[in-house]
């Protein structure tokens, strides 16, 4: 069967399959699907998506001009993000890093928040596919500060509850359930390394920030915007946990 | 070809760099999560006639422990609740439920200690007072500053008499 039909097939039973609440697990047919998604993940389409659209900034070529290296090195660098970059003085994503690329190019910047931009950032970190996460914390001060800022905002107690990240993901309660969903371990899952991700019970594309703000939006933490100094640093603490482990996108998660 | 070259011209000319303060999003976080942080840990003391074997008031607890927020609350509220805030918003409840076992628990997280019994088990047995369960779903942290339970009292999440509602269903006889 050609891919693309193939693909869309899946997405029609996906979206027939009636979900039951975010909190629920999946039921023995989901995991089925989950099975049959692995080899036919719907975000393959958003991989071409993002293709074509950094097709017209000269694709992974003019992307490793842009971001001095060689096309051959270019894998690796995109494994060690988000990173510190002197010409933008920020430590910074893939998605900024595309928009700083976008106005330098001539064209108006996608907005972090776009469907084009969650397409072309999934193409982007498909390049990188099965090389090891290679996030430094300690390349520079910047990073260090990232990576500070991050982990403080993870430890965070806030919001209507009172909940930090850690409240659900610390060491101590990982593998415990919460409302029948086991808490996953981020570093084991590697978190960093396989989103963006097709969410099943969203049937859609998400990217890494945009999963922290569903756990804040679920757990009652103000939702924080996507780029932020906090997002990123976020970013940062969380894909370091998962150094060293093979970049695989688009993930595939329930 | 063309547009390779205009990429590593422009590169060439970071000289003459914009500020990408102004260019790359990079929305401030830090006053939204300034105004969302939690206060201190408050010591709290159960008000009078707090712990009831009132039926309307377990009801209440019982609906708040098993129910997320009036969205996703399939059964009516009991009477003295509503699933909506007096402005028109959604309420929030404890999903508690989502941390602890309990009598008639569905689909329960085991993320806190099994509540099943509580009364014959730790409050018959001494092990623990009415105050200490009202405390600690007012503001666990007072017992236990590294806890991951959710802080109820402090945060407005819910009000004193709710907090007793909660309290008076865990101890009740099941």
Not at chain 1, 44 to 65: C, F, H, I, Q, R
Request: aromatic content about 6%; glycine content about 8%.
């Amino acid at each position: 069967m050609n891919k693309i039909i193939k693909i869309a097939l899946s997405v029609a039973v996906l979206s027939s399959l009636s979900f039951c609440d975010d909190q629920f697990s999946m039921s023995d047919k989901d995991r089925a699907m989950y099975a049959e998604m692995l080899d036919n993940n719907p975000a393959d389409m958003t991989v071409a998506s993002g293709e074509e659209l950094l097709s017209y900034m000269g694709g992974p070529a003019g992307l490793a001009k842009y971001l001095g290296v060689s096309e051959e090195k270019l894998p690796e660098y995109i494994a060690g993000f988000p990173r510190y970059i002197k010409k933008f003085d920020m430590v910074v994503g893939l998605d900024q890093v595309l928009q700083a690329m976008m106005h330098d190019g001539g064209h108006k910047p996608l907005e972090l928040k776009s469907g084009n931009m969650f397409e072309m950032l999934t193409y982007v970190k498909s390049l990188a596919n099965d090389v090891p996460i290679n996030i430094d914390v300690n390349a520079n001060q910047q990073m260090k500060d990232a990576y500070a800022l991050g982990e403080k905002t993870f430890n965070t107690k806030r919001g209507g509850r009172g909940l930090s990240c850690l409240s659900c993901h610390s060491p101590d309660v990982i593998g415990s359930v919460l409302r029948t969903q086991p808490l996953p371990d981020l570093g084991v899952n590697n978190s960093g390394g396989t989103w963006p991700a097709y969410r099943m019970t969203k049937s859609s594309v998400s990217t890494l920030q945009k999963r922290f703000q569903g756990c804040m939006k679920n757990a009652l933490l103000a939702v924080i915007p996507l780029g932020s100094k906090e997002m990123v640093g976020l970013e940062v603490f969380v894909t370091d946990k998962a150094k060293g482990k093979p970049i695989a996108i688009p993930g595939l998660k329930r | 070809m063309v547009k390779n070259l205009s990429v590593s011209l422009l590169l060439g000319c970071s000289l003459f760099a914009a500020d990408y303060s102004s260019i790359i999003e990079h929305p401030d976080a830090s006053e939204i999560i300034k105004k969302d942080l939690l206060a201190p840990a408050k010591v709290y003391t159960m008000p009078a006639g707090c712990i009831t074997t009132d039926a309307a008031a377990i009801a209440r607890g019982d609906y708040i422990f098993h129910n997320l927020n009036g969205e996703k609350a399939k059964a009516d509220a009991p009477a003295g609740l509503s699933k909506k805030n007096s402005n028109g918003s959604t309420k929030q409840f404890g999903n508690c439920v989502a941390c602890h076992n309990i009598e008639g628990a569905k689909g329960a997280g085991n993320i806190g200690p099994d509540l099943h019994g509580y009364k014959q088990n730790f409050i018959d047995s001494g092990a623990r007072t009415t105050q200490f369960v009202y405390q600690k779903i007012a503001d666990a942290r007072i017992d236990n500053p590294d806890t991951h339970m959710t802080i109820n009292l402090t945060t407005k999440l819910f009000n004193e008499r709710e907090i007793c509602d909660i309290a008076s269903y865990i101890v009740s006889p099941k």
